[in-house]
């Protein structure tokens, strides 16, 4: 579904939603009181619809989980499209994942009431919901009929109304790494105060580097470089240019492009990658370059592992804010990511390959909880277009390990 259509129904339907399940909360604790809550979680629910990276910057949550409950089964409520990147990060039996398909609105009504059922049969002792930009999951926790339902709230902030029937409510704070915030979910599920969970932040450590299978790298590697034999011999440079669901994120084409050049020149391979909806800006890339080191890899890799593989037998990877950045923290892989209307201080990968390329403008970030990730830029991204090709070369050259002369 259109991301603009998808904010739409969020505000229309959605507050009004909130509210009557709020009114509806109170009138039932007024007759029949509080719930009974188990001593110890025996089943988890987490509820984690953003985009693919984002389950990346929750896998210490994951992991913080699972040392605090060990006895609990997790299980979570996803996007279908979303699916394998949890299970590249292998952190709950397959069976425990429920998806929603999101294509339309034909498929995802049924998929809703599918997962109301189904997380109402399994009788949840938590929910977390972890959505910052959304009401549709926050109408999910309460409708799982769980009696521990954790999410964000904003207490003395304006915005971002989800409801009241939240049990254990957590602060947003926009100051805090979101993976921070994930873990603080955690802490929130057996504390009280207000704001609840006043802890000390945790020592936030990268994800585990995702494992092949013997001879898989290799096998991936002999057949990309007999599908593109001009990069036999070469150093290889990966580059994502798309802005994805937020345009607004992307450096410039032009920038790109004259980025691709001077690699080009240096004696590097290019490939372009991405989804195959990111192929005509690729095309238009290459055909600027007119370089036969310059591929095109948009829809070629046949999932998140063959890309991940790929990552493996390149250099480097330069990339917009979006997934291949945060997909690189479960590698070696040295990547540059570009922020703008989003800020590393919140979304940066948890890896010490990731190096973020930042302007700090009067105006950024502007994608924020606030705001349902919907920028009132006209358009002109000066945070990203400040960032020169030239500064991003010298950082190039420099994790590449070469030297220039000044």
Not at 144 to 155: A, D, E, K, L, Q
Not at 335 to 361: D, K, M, Q, R, W
């Amino acid at each position: 579904m259109n991301i603009d259509f998808q904010r739409a129904v969020d505000r229309i339907a959605g507050v009004p939603i909130c509210g009557l399940l709020s009114w509806f909360e109170r009138f039932k604790r007024a007759l029949f009181g509080a719930p009974v809550v188990a001593a110890q979680p025996k089943r988890i629910l987490i509820i984690l619809l953003s985009e693919m990276g984002s389950l990346v910057l929750a896998q210490p949550m994951f992991a913080k989980l699972k040392q605090r409950y060990p006895d609990a089964a997790l299980h979570i409520l996803m996007f279908a499209k979303n699916r394998e990147v949890l299970d590249l990060l292998d952190v709950m039996p397959r069976e425990h994942v429920i998806t929603l398909n999101d294509k339309s609105l034909g498929q995802f009504i049924p998929d809703i009431l599918n997962a109301i059922r189904l997380m109402r049969s399994l009788q949840f002792d938590v929910v977390i919901d972890c959505e910052l930009f959304t009401r549709v999951s926050s109408i999910f926790a309460y409708l799982s009929g769980t009696p521990i339902r954790v999410g964000f709230y904003p207490y003395t902030q304006e915005g971002l109304y989800r409801g009241s029937f939240i049990t254990h409510p957590v602060m947003y704070n926009p100051y805090r790494h979101l993976s921070q915030q994930f873990m603080t979910m955690v802490a929130a599920i057996e504390s009280s105060g207000t704001p609840i969970a006043k802890g000390a932040l945790v020592e936030l450590s990268a994800p585990p580097l995702l494992q092949f299978a013997e001879g898989e790298l290799q096998q991936v590697g002999e057949k990309l470089r007999a599908d593109f034999p001009v990069l036999v011999g070469k150093k290889l440079v990966l580059v994502y240019p798309d802005g994805g669901l937020l345009p607004i994120r992307a450096w410039p084409p032009e920038y790109y492009k004259q980025l691709c050049d001077a690699l080009l020149k240096d004696g590097y391979a290019v490939a372009l990658i991405g989804l195959p909806d990111a192929k005509p800006l690729a095309q238009e890339i290459v055909k600027h370059c007119a370089h036969e080191s310059c591929i095109d890899l948009t829809g070629y890799t046949k999932s998140v592992r063959h890309l991940l593989a790929i990552f493996n037998h390149a250099e480097l990877l330069i990339t917009n804010d979006g997934g291949p950045g945060q997909f690189s923290a479960l590698t070696r892989l040295p990547t540059l990511v570009f922020f703008g209307p989003e800020t590393p201080a919140l979304y940066s990968p948890l890896a010490p390959n990731i190096h973020c390329l930042y302007t700090a403008l009067s105006c950024s970030p502007c994608l924020t909880a606030y705001n349902h990730r919907n920028s009132p830029c006209d358009g002109n991204n000066q945070c990203l277009k400040q960032i020169t090709p030239e500064q991003v070369l010298a950082k190039t050259h420099e994790l590449l390990g070469e030297e220039r002369a000044a």
